[in-house]
Every structure is written in C-alpha cells, then in structure tokens.
C-alpha cells in the first residue's frame, strides 16, 4: 500500500519546499507530488523532463449565443459580478460560474461552457517521477487541481512500482490544504517562531486534529526568537503534537536553490544534519504506522 507524507505550514516561506526536496533526495522508491499549485516551484530544484501535460478546467463560465439572444436583459439585471455588459459580452475574468444568467434567460440562450484554468503535468526527475501543475494567473478551484495532481501521483506510483508519495503542500488552512492532506498518512508542519508561525501553526493543527491525521512539528529558524520557540514547543505538548525537529537559521536552503540542488545535494553541515535526523523521525514513525495497521487488520481476521 502507498503511503503519503504532506509537508504543510501555517503561511508561505517557511521553508516547505526546502524540507520537501530534500526528503526527496533522502527517500528511496518514491513519487513527488508538488500541490502548491498556486505557486509550485519544486521543479526549479528537480529540473524535471515531462511525460505528459494535461489542461486543467476549473469553473466553467457563461456563453451567451448571439443568433438566440433577444437582448432583454434578464441576464444582465440577474448577474451579481457586472460580468455581462451592455452588448451582452461576457466577460470570462468576471464571470464565476454561478449560472443564473443561464437559469433567468427565457430564449435558452445563455450555456455554461468549460474554460481551462490551467495545466497538469507528469514528469521524471533524477529522484524519480514527480506530479506537478501550474493554476493560471486569477484562477480559482485550486483545490480540484490539488485533487488532480494527486491523483497523478497515485498513478504515477501504480505505473513505477513506488511505494511512497512525498507532498509539498501549499500554505493555510483552506480548501486546497484540505485537497493536499486528506487520507495522508501523516503530515510534518513546517513553523518559524514568529507571532504569525505561531497563529497559523495552530489552525494547522487544529485542522489536522479533524481529519484525525498524525502530525509532527519542524521549528525553522528556531534560534531567530527562542522565547517564541520556546512557546511552540508548549502549544504543541498542549496539542499533544511532537516537535522533531529544530532547524538553525541558515544561508545553505539559498545557496543550494541558487545552485538549482536540494541542501544534502549542495553540502553537509549542521543544518543538513538535523534535515537527516527528522527524516528518519519521520521514516520510523511511518513504519511504526504501517506495523499498527497490519497487526490490527490481522487481529480483525482472527
């Protein structure tokens, strides 16, 4: 059976896809499945060769066919986002795909049509096969594209005989989160020890508590602020919620992206090091599932 790790955080530029790649670089049997659609940039790191693209359709949109329209106006006077103007055009950056101008037109002018709001792509890195996708400029439905990009990695890992997903999630709290860490196996929250880390972390916690999914915690930067590090490791004893890792402020992540290498490609220093040993936190903890569940499934048979 496949199992998932999603590398999540509160808000962006924590350091996700710095500990994402290089578990990737740590991993053996693997897919890599970058969801941060809104802005992946796991293939600026894994220069990947792609095997195949597909269009991504999001919310379809309002087409209003001229040769059936009477120019009544129902639609105009109905639609909520000024999406419709006065010669009846619709404009697709506007429109949200509600479809009561269609609903309200009596002529039956007025369809719902696709409109692609982005592209998915499977792709092979010198780590192995990676899903990945960009959502175009303005787009919505992001968490549908995370659902397809996973999907991807599923099938990707069916087709190249792997045996585990790593998932560089976006950042928050909202629906393409949610898209990014249902069914995990587990998740590894990436924090910094600021007022903001602090805030975000515990909606990340909280929202992983509800989908009942172990979590652990990485204080990045952790020796900025010790006091505010000091109060993450409290919220995450009163969360009952293990911080694995603490990693020291450091130049290396910018320097191995410069370099366009993971950070245990790039050198091995103290920052690496403690990279290591929450990967095989992390690895143990996953095997230590894995060894529950079929002893459970076992006792069920019996």
């Not at 129902?74 to 269609?102: M, P, T, Y």
């Not at 020890?193 to 508590?209: F, K, M, N, Q, W």
Request: aromatic share 6%.
């Amino acid at each position: 059976m496949v199992k998932q790790i999603t590398i999540v955080s509160g808000k962006g530029g924590t350091g996700k896809t710095t500990i994402s790649s290089a578990f990737v670089s740590l991993a053996n049997d693997l897919v890599i499945a970058d969801c941060d659609v809104d802005a992946a940039d796991m293939h600026l790191l894994l220069d990947p060769t792609l095997l195949k693209t597909d269009d991504f359709y999001g919310l379809k949109v309002a087409n209003i066919n001229t040769e059936l329209c009477t120019a009544c106006g129902d639609c105009l006077d109905a639609c909520r986002f000024n999406a419709i103007d006065g010669s009846f055009d619709v404009d697709i950056f506007s429109c949200e795909g509600c479809s009561v101008c269609e609903y309200v037109c009596q002529q039956n002018a007025i369809s719902m049509i696709e409109k692609k709001a982005g592209e998915s792509f499977s792709s092979m890195t010198r780590f192995g096969p990676m899903a990945h996708a960009k959502l175009g400029i303005g787009e919505e439905a992001s968490g549908k594209l995370v659902s397809t990009v996973r999907n991807n990695a599923r099938d990707l890992a069916a087709e190249f005989n792997k045996d585990l997903i790593i998932i560089d999630g976006p950042p928050g709290t909202g629906c393409s989160v949610i898209a990014a860490i249902t069914g995990v196996d587990m998740l590894l929250v990436i924090t910094e020890p600021t007022a903001s880390g602090i805030h975000d972390l515990e909606r990340v916690l909280e929202l992983s508590s509800h989908f009942r999914i172990p979590a652990a915690v990485c204080i990045n930067k952790y020796d900025l602020n010790e006091s505010n590090t000091l109060s993450i490791r409290e919220l995450c004893t009163e969360m009952g919620v293990d911080v694995i890792g603490l990693l020291p402020y450091s130049r290396t992540p910018v320097d191995a992206m410069l370099n366009e290498k993971t950070v245990l490609e790039f050198t091995d220093d103290d920052f690496t090091s403690v990279v290591r040993s929450i990967w095989d936190n992390l690895h143990d903890r996953l095997v230590s599932s894995a060894e529950t569940v079929d002893i459970t499934l076992k006792s069920s048979l019996m």
